[in-house]
């Protein structure tokens, strides 16, 4: 359960009224999760979305820094939405405050909130393209 004001100023949520932020914010956990903590892990099973509200963390492959994300930043869409793999590795670079989601979760608010959660898989599934166009012109 997660205090509707951590949802605010997150560009991801800014379409929702505030019914509908009160009831995606039941949904998310809220977590305290210190520097270095490795939230995803390339090729390992995913079972949870995250938004950072406070903090940074770094987007590795095979090790090499390929993003930094910071406050209102979205990770973890490619393994909820798709195989259920990590793509990349996530590893928070400062003490960061996060938002989770898990994937049953995601699928339950589908069920009960279709509006909610279609608003939320746009954005998701946007974000997704995004990193399969650039992963398909990457240099093999
Ligand atoms: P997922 O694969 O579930 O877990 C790792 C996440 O890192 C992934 O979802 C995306 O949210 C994010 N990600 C993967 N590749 C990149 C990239 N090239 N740039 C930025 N973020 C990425």
Redo the contacts with the bound molecule.
């Keep these: 359960m997660t205090d509707v004001a951590d949802l605010a100023g997150i560009p991801l949520f800014a379409r929702l009224s505030r019914d509908e932020a009160a009831e995606l914010a039941s949904r998310f956990e809220t977590k305290p999760v210190g520097e270095g903590v490795r939230l ?1 892990s390339e090729g390992a099973a ?1 079972y949870s979305f995250y938004v950072l509200v406070d903090g940074g963390a770094v ?1 590795t ?1 095979e090790g090499v820094p ?2 930094s994300l910071g406050p209102g930043d979205f ?6 939405l798709g195989e259920g793999r ?3 590795t ?1 590893t928070t670079t400062s003490p960061t405050k996060v938002l989770t989601l898990f994937g049953t979760e995601f699928r339950r608010l589908q069920q009960s909130h279709p509006a909610i959660a279609a608003l939320l898989e746009d954005a998701m599934r946007r974000r997704a393209q995004e ?1 399969l166009a ?1 992963q398909r012109n990457a240099p093999a």
């Design positions: 995803a995913g987007v492959l390929v993003a990770f973890g869409e490619m393994a909820i990590r793509t990349a996530v990193l650039v």
